[in-house]
Each structure stands twice: as structure tokens, then as C-alpha cells.
């Protein structure tokens, strides 16, 4: 059995898009977001890859040069221990 999907038709949505301000949407609709918490703390150490594959989310790569410094690493830990985030979530290179 096969299922046909519905296809976008660009060409049929041809109104453009207008701005539209989060904070004036939730302002219009008496909403008020407030940050809880932080429960985890996702930290990518760099960009630098032995590999390029197209699915990578983090779009790594030989040609990439970033590496996270031993400051910045210091800085991480330093904000898990003061904020007590319960859960961190390191994506390594390669993955
Ligand atoms: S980090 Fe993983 S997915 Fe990304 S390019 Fe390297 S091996 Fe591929």
C-alpha cells in the first residue's frame, strides 16, 4: 500500500512573512515566561573532526578549527558546581 504525502506548493504561498515579536505576542496574550531551572547543560567541545559527514549536527569537519579551551572548559565546570545542574550532556568529536 503506498500513501501519497501532501507536497508545499511554494509557489501558492506567495504572502510574506512579517515579523512577528515574541515578547509582544506573549504581552498580547498576558503571558509571562520565567526560567525554572536549568536541568541540563548540553556542551559541545568543538567543531574538529577527522570526518565530514552530512548529517553531522554539529556540522564538524576537518576544516573546522574550533576546540573549546581549557578556560571555557573551566568555566563549565565551574557553572555545573555553582548552578547544581543535575544532568550534563558532552558531545565529543568524532561522535
Ligand atoms: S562529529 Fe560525528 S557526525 Fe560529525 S562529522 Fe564527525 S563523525 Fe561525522
Known amino acids: 500500500m ?3 504525502l501532501p507536497v508545499i ?5 506567495t504572502q510574506p512573512r512579517t515579523h512577528v515579536d515574541f515578547d509582544e505576542k506573549l504581552a498580547a496574550h498576558g503571558i509571562e515566561l520565567h526560567a525554572a ?3 541540563t547543560l548540553q556542551v559541545n567541545v568543538g567543531k574538529l573532526c577527522n570526518q565530514a559527514c552530512k548529517h553531522c549536527h554539529v556540522d ?3 576544516k573546522r578549527t574550533e576546540v573549546m579551551t581549557r578556560e571555557t572548559a573551566e568555566a563549565v565546570i ?3 558546581r555553582r548552578f547544581r545542574i543535575p544532568t550534563v550532556d558532552i558531545t565529543l568529536i568524532p561522535c
Open 78 to 80: 565551574d557553572a555545573v
Open 9 to 13: 506548493q511554494p509557489a501558492l504561498n
Open 37 to 39: 531551572a536549568v536541568d
Open 60 to 62: 564538524a569537519s576537518p
Open 2 to 4: 503506498s500513501t501519497v
